[in-house]
């Protein structure tokens, strides 16, 4: 396998961060509000400081590893088969570095996180899209992604609750596609980021919970946008059996292991169910605050992840001559649609998880165009 350094794409959110001005208002990046309460952080300074700090296991510290199979004990994942990473990106880097294949094909989502299509024309695969719709509220449906199915089908990439979107792939549509993978050898890649941050009562939040999928499923987490870590770069996935003792290696050649002091952290916190359920409970405030509020806002109500996925005025040209029009006039950062693919051209995302005055903010002055 040869990879192609040249084919590796950027985020739009790293060029607005570069231009930013300490007054401000940045809802284009993907880092939640809520933090980890500082009580805890100061708690674990206090617990370490006499202790030698140093490398752990390479794919990370083994009772972190059964402390996340109890948290998700819904899924029955053996802790032997987890990998601790710094961040989830890492995990999704894994997946194609190990499933990638010249010539092979994936099917990913359009809209999507761009991180997938890079690494797919990085590892040189066959890319093959399934739409995602506003009159179908973004969702994946099952039909469109079996209909790109062909011999030459390595993997599946699902991501839900999804980014920038905010929608939550359905219980019957994860049912039919989970079904007809049962029996095809092709690997699904579920990118769940963003699954403890879900709005509504759902019977599967994790593909996991279709147990004879299994040897054939990644599941990639983390701690970034649930606990608010994004800066302790901690994310975790799951794998069959077959790819365990190849990922051990990876981890060992790449990072050596993951960084002991936020693993620590995690393993205070993780089996604390308050800190997730607060902040769900501030981000459906938020949400259902702006939608009482703002009836005529152009977007989907968001059932998971903490975005606004917007709708720029007919009179701009493109998303990001309004982005440009935003941060110059009103010196708010926001990312245009189309850094998640070309049919998002007339979108743009907005975290609305940040302090309500400013998302309100943004949200007026859009209304004011939009008029």
Not at 84 to 89: R, V
Not at 272 to 284: A, D, E, P, R, W
Not at 317 to 340: L, M, Q, R, T, Y
Request: some cysteine.
């Amino acid at each position: 396998m040869s990879f192609n350094f040249k084919k590796l794409l950027g985020e739009q959110t790293s060029t607005i961060s570069n231009r930013l001005k300490k007054t401000t208002i940045n809802l284009g990046v993907g880092d939640p509000e809520f933090r980890v309460p500082k009580k805890e952080i100061i708690n674990l300074v206090k617990k370490i400081e006499n202790k030698k700090i140093s490398y752990t296991n390479p794919s990370g510290i083994i009772n972190l590893k059964k402390k996340i199979s109890k948290k998700y004990n819904n899924l029955n994942l053996s802790f032997k088969n987890i990998i601790i990473t710094p961040g989830g990106k890492t995990g999704i880097f894994f997946s194609f570095l190990m499933l990638g294949e010249k010539g092979k094909e994936v099917i990913i989502p359009d809209i999507g996180f761009p991180t997938y299509l890079s690494l797919a024309r990085y590892t040189g695969m066959k890319v093959k899209n399934y739409k995602l719709n506003e009159k179908n509220f973004f969702k994946p449906l099952a039909k469109d992604i079996i209909s790109l199915i062909s011999k030459k089908t390595k993997f599946i990439l699902i991501n839900s609750p999804h980014n920038p979107t905010s929608s939550v792939m359905d219980d019957l549509e994860m049912k039919k596609l989970a079904m007809y993978l049962k029996n095809k050898n092709i690997y699904l890649v579920s990118d769940e980021i963003y699954s403890d941050l879900i709005f509504k009562e759902k019977k599967y939040k994790s593909f996991g919970q279709f147990k004879f999928l299994h040897k054939k499923l990644i599941i990639i987490n983390g701690w970034s946008k649930n606990y608010g870590m994004t800066g302790w770069r901690m994310g975790w996935s799951y794998w069959p059996n077959k790819f365990i003792k190849s990922l051990e290696l990876m981890c060992l050649n790449s990072f050596t292991s993951p960084n002991m002091v936020s693993q620590k952290l995690v393993e205070k916190i993780i089996l604390n169910k308050t800190y997730v359920k607060s902040h769900i409970k501030q981000l459906k405030k938020n949400r259902d605050y702006i939608f009482k509020k703002y009836k005529n806002l152009n977007s989907i109500i968001p059932e998971g992840a903490i975005y606004l996925f917007l709708k720029i005025p007919k009179n701009f040209k493109s998303d990001h001559s309004f982005c440009e029009f935003f941060f110059k006039k009103f010196n708010i950062a926001i990312v245009p649609g189309s850094s998640f693919g070309k049919t998002a051209n007339r979108y743009v995302r907005v975290n609305f998880s940040k302090k309500l005055s400013n998302v309100e903010k943004f949200i007026k002055n859009y209304l004011k165009i939009n008029a």
